[in-house]
């Protein structure tokens, strides 16, 4: 069982992707995306197996939820600073959490 105190640690913040681009050099399909995590978080780059359900056009402008204090992670030639958020199902397919409404960058969730 997890104690309530080793959630605490993990830092999951509301951030709204500003760019996003094919990332050919992944072993599994993936965009390279840019994410405003607000003034005191600024943008971080990340990557993201979301090529099943979503186009670039779709993400562009979409808050996500992310993990933003795991220590950066080489990813083929690009390195990634935060992990996104989101359901698997079985099939790969990834579904992103996103908050209900629109909300500040970097708002924490708790």
């Given at each position: 069982?997890?104690?309530?105190?080793?959630?605490?640690?993990?830092?999951?913040?509301?951030?709204t992707i500003l760019e996003v681009r094919d990332f050919p050099e992944a072993r599994n399909p993936s965009y390279q995306l840019w994410v405003d995590f607000g003034?005191?978080?600024?943008?971080?780059?990340?990557?993201?197996?979301?090529?099943?359900?979503?186009?670039?056009?779709?993400?562009?402008?979409?808050?996500?939820?992310?993990?933003?204090?795991?220590?950066?992670?080489?990813?083929?030639?690009?390195?990634?600073?935060?992990?996104?958020?989101?359901?698997?199902?079985?099939?790969?397919?990834?579904?992103?959490?996103?908050?209900?409404?629109?909300?500040?960058?970097?708002?924490?969730?708790?």
């Open positions: 069982m997890l104690e309530f105190s080793d959630f605490q640690k993990v830092d999951m913040r509301i951030g003034k005191d978080l600024g943008v971080k780059k990340t990557s993201a197996q979301l090529t099943k359900r979503y186009s670039k056009e779709d993400l562009a402008g979409k808050q996500v939820v992310a993990v933003v204090n795991f220590p950066p992670k080489q990813i083929a030639h690009f390195m990634s600073e935060c992990l996104i958020l989101g359901a698997v199902g079985e099939d790969g397919d990834v579904i992103l959490l996103a908050p209900e409404a629109a909300v500040s960058n970097g708002l924490r969730i708790g």
